[in-house]
């Protein structure tokens, strides 16, 4: 985390989903950037090493399970702070996340006061 601010990738296919969160995260004071699938996301966070990643499970090219297995694997990512945003919420895929290496999962569409609270959560574990 660079001067107390995180540092934000989505890795979203839905281009106007992605530019709505990029704005909302940077009018909250965060810096965000984009990825449309999961190569490209994986490409990103080798490149820029966010703080946080939020993937979208439903990706066109790999699923968001195999990103978080990839991001995990990778030295300098393994401790990123990954949130699974998905349309599917049942219990059996709140798990499936968790077993693939994220660290929470968050409904679509996702609520920005939730968002915001977990960022915070994440902000204050960084700083200590």
Known sequence: MSNDILNILIIEDNKDLVDIMCEMLVLSGYR???AKNGTE???KARENRPDVIICDI???DMS????AKIIRKDSE???TYLIASSGYAQPEDVERSRETG???HLAKPISFNILGKVLKGVKLKCMQ
Not at 64 to 67: D, K, L, R
């Open 32 to 34: 965000a950037l984009s």
């Open 41 to 43: 996301g994986i490409a």
């Open 58 to 60: 439903g990706l066109p």
């Open 64 to 67: 968001g399970y195999e990103v």
């Open 77 to 79: 990512l393994k401790d």
């Open 102 to 104: 994220f660290n929470i």
